[in-house]
C-alpha cells in the first residue's frame, strides 16, 4: 500500500529595496552576485523550476520575491506560473498558495491589517497565478483564530501548521483537520510533521539519497505526512538540496510513496476530525512570538531592543492612520478600500489617480489628488514596517530592522509631503529607547540606538529626503 505524502515549500526572501529609490543594495557575502535574491535565484529557484520540482511539490512565493523574480529572472518566473498552471490543467486544482503580502506577524498586527495584508496577498497571487486562491501560507505560521476567520471570509479553505502548533489526535498525520472558527464555521488545517520537515531542512548531511530516506520516514503510517519547510532549504541553505528534492520527486514503480499536493489532497478528502489551535503560536518560536515583540530565547543575548521597536512603530502607525482617516473621511466613504485596492498600482494593473477618481464622488482638484495619493502610499510602506523579518534576528544593527525604520521614514516623508505634518522628530526621539545590546557589530555599538540607524538613513538618503 502507498503512503501519501505532500512537501511543501514556503519561498521567501526579507525584502532588501531601499523604500528612497526603489534600488536593491549591494550586499555584502553574496559575492560574487549583488545581492542575496540573485545568488538564491541562482541557487534556488532556478535549478527548482527549471528541474520541475515545483510541479510536484506544494508551494508558495513571497508577493515580493516573486515580484523581484518577474523583474530580474523572468524565465524562471514563467516556469513557476506554469508549473501551477500545469498542475490545474491536471488535477482541476494548482498546487501554489498564497501568502500575505509583507509577511506580517498577523496574530501581533491589528485586525484591519490582517484584513489588508490578506486581501494584498489574494489580489497578488490573483495576478501572478489568473485565479483565486484556495490556501495561504502564515508568515512564520503565526496564527490565531481571527486571523483564520478572516482567511475563511475571503474565500480562502485551508493553511498548513507545526504539530506543535495544534491539540488533537494527530500522531503524524497530516489530516487535513477541521478547526471551529467563532463565527462559526470550520477552515481546514494540514499539520506538519516536525521531526521529518527539520531533518530535511537541518540535517541533510545525514540523508544519503532523498527517494530512499523519503521511504523510510513513511513507513508503518497511516495517513497523510507532510513535510513544510522553507524552499531556500532546496540549493541554498543545504547545497545538495536541488539533488535531494529531485530524487525524492522521481515517478518509479513500486514506490511505498505516493506524492501528493495539498489543495488535490484536500478536494479527495475533506476534513472530517476537529482539532483546536494553539493561539500565538509560530514554526519558529516556541515562546507566544516573543521573538517578534518582546523578545525571547529564539535569540540570544539583549533583547530589550525588540519590544521598543515594536512599540514604536505601532504609535508611528496610530498616527499615520489617524493622519489618513482625518483626510479622506471628507471625502470618501470607505479611506480604507482605497487602501485595499492599491495592490493594484503596486501590481502595475491600475493607476493611482483612477483609483482615486472611481472611489469618490467628489470632485477632487489634481492637487488634492496628488496629497491623497502620497497618503496612500504611505500606507504600503506603513505596511512594510512590519515585516517580520525586522525581529527576527539577534542584532538590532542588521539589514532587517534597518529595513522596517527606512520603511517607516519613508512613509513619514509622504504624509509630510501630503499634509506638513512631520512625525520624523518624535518617531526618531522614540527610537533612541531602543539600544543595540552585545558585541560591536559594524557602526553601532553597545549602548547606540535605533536613532542612529536613523541618522544613518536619513543622511545617506539626503538628497531624496530633501
Ligand atoms: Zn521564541
Known sequence: MTQPVAIHGHFYQPPRENPFTGEVPREKGAEPYHDYNEKIAVECYQPNALAGNLDRISFNIGPTLIGWLDRHDHKTYRRIQEADRVHRQTHGVGNAIAQPVHHT????????????????????????????????????MAVDLI?????????????????????????????????????????AVFVRDRHVSNQLSFATDQITAGRQWLADQVQGRQGLMLIATDGETFGHHQRRGVQLLTDMLRDEAGSPYQLVTLADYLRTHPPVREIEISERTAWSCSHHLGRWDRGCGCTPGDHSWKPVLRSTLDLLADEID??????LRRLFSNPWLLVDQYIDVVLGVADMNTLIREATSAKLTTGQSLRIGKLVQAQLHRQRMFTSCGWFFEKLNRPEPRYVIAQAMRAIQLV?????????????????????GRARTGLLAPGHTAAMLYDEIEAANQLVLS
Open 416 to 436: 509630510k509631503q501630503a499634509t506638513g505634518t512631520d512625525l520624523g522628530p518624535d518617531f526618531r526621539e522614540a527610537l533612541c529607547a531602543a539600544k543595540c
Open 322 to 327: 489617524a493622519i489618513y482617516l482625518y483626510e
Open 147 to 187: 486571523t483564520l476567520e478572516i482567511l475563511s471570509r475571503r474565500g480562502l479553505s485551508f493553511t498548513i501548521l507545526s504539530e506543535e502548533q495544534v491539540q488533537g489526535e494527530v500522531h503524524g498525520n497530516a489530516g487535513p483537520y477541521r478547526v471551529r472558527l467563532p463565527g462559526g464555521g470550520f477552515f
Open 105 to 140: 506577524i498577523l496574530p501581533l498586527a491589528r485586525r484591519r491589517d490582517k484584513i489588508t495584508q490578506i486581501k494584498w496577498g489574494i489580489a497578488s497571487f490573483r495576478h501572478r497565478y489568473g485565479r483565486q486562491p484556495r490556501g495561504m501560507w502564515l508568515p512564520e
